[in-house]
């Protein structure tokens, strides 16, 4: 069973620390990005988290029901 994770922020510390080591971490999935610019958040999503829901809003990302924990950078 693997923690599920919402990001909020995807600025360069998210790019270049948080997103490296949530890829590395075994029992984690990244099921949500979030950034007031949407291309960002799809930019990441695309490369790193296919499966990953984007938005804008962080009050959408935190009414989802699957998202086990937020990592807020």
Known sequence: MSIKIGVIGIGGICRFAHIPALKAAADVEVTALCDIVPERATAVRDESFPQAR????????????????????
């Open 54 to 73: 984007v938005t804008a809003d962080y009050r959408e990302l935190l009414a989802m029901e699957e998202i086990d924990a937020v990592d807020i950078c």
